[in-house]
C-alpha cells in the first residue's frame, strides 16, 4: 500500500452518530499521514438516533475536503426526498425511521428541516467509481453496464444482484442489505459493508487501494 491512496468506503449510519465519531478516528490513525479518500454509502439517516448530527459530521468533512470525501445517496435519503415531491409518501418515510430523524432535526415536518439540509440530500449522487471499484448504495443490474443502470436501481435493488456473481468490471461496494453477523459480506465481485449498525451490529469501513479489487483491510467499531 506504499504510495497509494486509501479509500475508506463507510457502510450505512442510520442515525448512529457515536459510531460514525468513533470510526471517523479510527480512519485517522489507520490513515497515520498517507493520502485518503472517503466514500460514504447512503443511509445516514433513519431508526438510529441522531441522523442530524450524522448529516453535520458528514456536510463538514465534505466542506473541508471536497475533492476527498464523496456522499452517495441511499434509499431512506431519497425517501426524505420524496415526501416533499409526492402525495403520500410522509406515511412511508416516517414509518421506517423518519420519525426518528425528526425528533433529531427538532421538527414535526421534512419541510421544517433547514433548506441547506435539504438541498445536500437533493444533490447526492447515486453512483462514484475509480479505476478498480464502483461505489453504491444497494447495487446494480446485471443486465446492463453500471453506467446505463438507474438511480432507482442504485437506492433500491436486492435481486438479482445478491444473488447473480456477476462481473461488473470493476469491484462493486456497497451497502443497503444489512448482515446479521456483523461482518462484511465478501464475495468474488462484490462487497457488501451494511453491518447493522442500528440494530445493535458494527459500523464498517473498507479500506480499498487502486491496485487491488477486494478490500485490504476493514475498520469497525460497535456500541459500548
Not at 452518530?17 to 497515520?32: N, Q
Not at 471536497?66 to 456522499?71: F, I, K, L, M
Not at 441547506?116 to 444497494?138: G, K, Q, S
Request: hydrophobic letters at 35%.
Amino acid at each position: 500500500m506504499t504510495g497509494e491512496t486509501l479509500t475508506y468506503a463507510v457502510g450505512d449510519i442510520h442515525g448512529c452518530a457515536d459510531l460514525l465519531d468513533g470510526l471517523l478516528d479510527r480512519i485517522e490513525a489507520h490513515t497515520a499521514g498517507r493520502a485518503r479518500k472517503l466514500v460514504f454509502l447512503g443511509d445516514y439517516i433513519d431508526r438510529g438516533p441522531d441522523s442530524a448530527r450524522v448529516i453535520e459530521t458528514l456536510r463538514k468533512l465534505q466542506w473541508r475536503e471536497p475533492e476527498a470525501v464523496t456522499c452517495l445517496m441511499g434509499n431512506h435519503e431519497a425517501m426524505l426526498r420524496d415526501t416533499l415531491r409526492e402525495r403520500g409518501a410522509l406515511g412511508h418515510w416516517v414509518s421506517n425511521g423518519g420519525a426518528q430523524t425528526l425528533e433529531s432535526f427538532g421538527v414535526s415536518g421534512p419541510e421544517e428541516i433547514s433548506g441547506d439540509v435539504l438541498d445536500w440530500i437533493e444533490a447526492l449522487p447515486t453512483l462514484h467509481a475509480d479505476e478498480r471499484h464502483w461505489y453504491v448504495h444497494a447495487g446494480l443490474r446485471p443486465d446492463r453496464p453500471p453506467p446505463e443502470s438507474d438511480a432507482e436501481t442504485h437506492l433500491w435493488i436486492r435481486e438479482p444482484f445478491l444473488s447473480v456473481d456477476h462481473d461488473f468490471g470493476r469491484h462493486v461496494v456497497h451497502g443497503h442489505t444489512p448482515q446479521t453477523r456483523g461482518r462484511p459480506e465478501l464475495r468474488r465481485f462484490r462487497t457488501n459493508l451494511d453491518t447493522g449498525a442500528v440494530y445493535g451490529g458494527a459500523l464498517t469501513a473498507g479500506v480499498f487501494v487502486e491496485g487491488a479489487l477486494q478490500a485490504v483491510d476493514f475498520l469497525q467499531v460497535r456500541p459500548g
